[in-house]
């Protein structure tokens, strides 16, 4: 039982290059979500997923894609990155209504 | 904006004290969560308190709630070295199912 994987751990783009984050949990859980965490500052939520085939947008989705094909999937696309998207992003799941099960994070740093 | 405000934003004590921290919000809710985060590393859950619930307790931590105040406090008794890390409440509004974070308290204890 792995909980929430997230690949790659660290990562460094030029600006306008585009990638994926990916995120994959084994506890079947229905609900995932993808945050950003910037210093001295809370979690943002930036996509959320209730279910496979449902997204929605989060507090700060701009220059942010998602979709949720299976329910153990969630990836998180950035379409042109931005110096201002440096951050470190972290993907969660979780029953509705319960606990978030959170990642160890990806460490993005865009020049 | 954040949903949820911590304060203090940083608390230093010795091993053995107590630790509180509070946690303020805006809008009705379903339940207030408690997360704990660990330098480098993704949030842990702590404790969930429902709204109709008004005090929670799990090993040395407790929580309360109130929702006429839309405020919540964390305890943490006989606080260790090993509690260093930040604290961070996050609340799932009734308007949604989704969490929203505040900024967190560092906490220092000191041996």
């Known amino acids: 039982n792995a909980g929430v994987t997230q690949t790659p751990k660290f990562q460094v783009l030029k600006t306008g290059q585009s990638m994926t984050l990916q995120c994959a949990q084994d506890?079947?859980?229905?609900?995932m979500s993808w945050y950003r965490q910037d210093p001295g500052m809370g979690l943002r939520l930036i996509h959320y997923?209730?279910?496979?085939?449902?997204?929605d947008q989060g507090e700060v989705p701009n220059g942010y894609n998602v979709s949720r094909s299976t329910t153990e999937d969630f990836p998180l696309r950035l379409l042109s990155a931005a110096p201002s998207q440096t951050s470190v992003y972290f993907c969660?799941?979780?029953?509705?209504?319960?606990?978030?099960?959170f990642g160890d994070g990806t460490r993005l740093s865009i020049l | 904006s954040q949903q949820g405000e911590e304060d203090p934003q940083a608390l230093s004590i010795q091993e053995g004290e107590n630790a509180t921290m509070n946690c303020s919000y805006k809008?009705?809710?379903?339940?207030l969560q408690w997360y704990r985060q660990n330098s480098g590393r993704g949030l842990v859950h702590l404790i969930l308190?429902?709204?109709?619930?008004r005090e929670k307790h799990s090993g040395r931590l407790r929580v309360t709630l109130d929702t006429s105040k839309k405020s919540s406090s964390l305890l943490i008794t006989a606080s260790r070295a090993a509690d260093t890390a930040s604290y961070f409440c996050?609340?799932?509004?009734?308007?949604?199912?989704?969490?929203?974070f505040g900024e967190g308290t560092q906490l220092t204890v000191n041996p």
């Open positions: 969660a799941s979780s029953f509705q209504r319960g606990p978030q099960h």
């Open positions: 506890m079947n859980h229905e609900y």
């Open positions: 809008t009705s809710i379903n339940n």
């Open positions: 308190i429902r709204s109709n619930e």
């Open positions: 997923s209730v279910g496979a085939g449902i997204t």
């Open positions: 996050a609340t799932e509004e009734t308007s949604g199912s989704r969490l929203t």
